[in-house]
């Protein structure tokens, strides 16, 4: 199993707080991500690193000239998890 295809990918700066915010916003702009998690030049290539790993798609919207982000069924597992994670960590 490659890296890019681990646990380990997560660690990254920024993958887990993109795939939690998914997990609120099952779809959203790009300029979304921007705006609520971070402004880092960086972000299409953290989208492609998602996406190629099979947990979002990006879709190119003409209308708007914008791209829409959505979770793929894989993508929507890995946020369930992602949130369990989190739960148990909150809990005492």
């Known amino acids: 199993m490659t890296r890019e295809k681990s646990v380990a990918s997560f ?3 920024h993958l887990i707080s993109i ?3 998914m997990s ?3 779809e959203c702009k790009k300029m979304d991500i921007y705006e609520q998690i971070t402004s880092n030049p960086r972000i299409p290539e953290k989208l492609d690193r ?3 790993m ?3 798609k990006q ?5 708007q000239r914008s791209i829409i982000i959505s979770l793929t069924p894989k993508g929507k597992q890995v946020c369930d998890l ?5 739960r148990l960590i909150k809990s005492e």
């Open 11 to 13: 660690e990254e700066k």
């Open 19 to 21: 795939m939690m915010y």
């Open 24 to 26: 609120i916003n099952e």
């Open 50 to 52: 998602l996406e190629g």
């Open 54 to 56: 099979g947990l979002i």
């Open 59 to 63: 879709i190119h919207d003409p209308n």
């Open 82 to 86: 992602l949130k369990e994670v989190d």
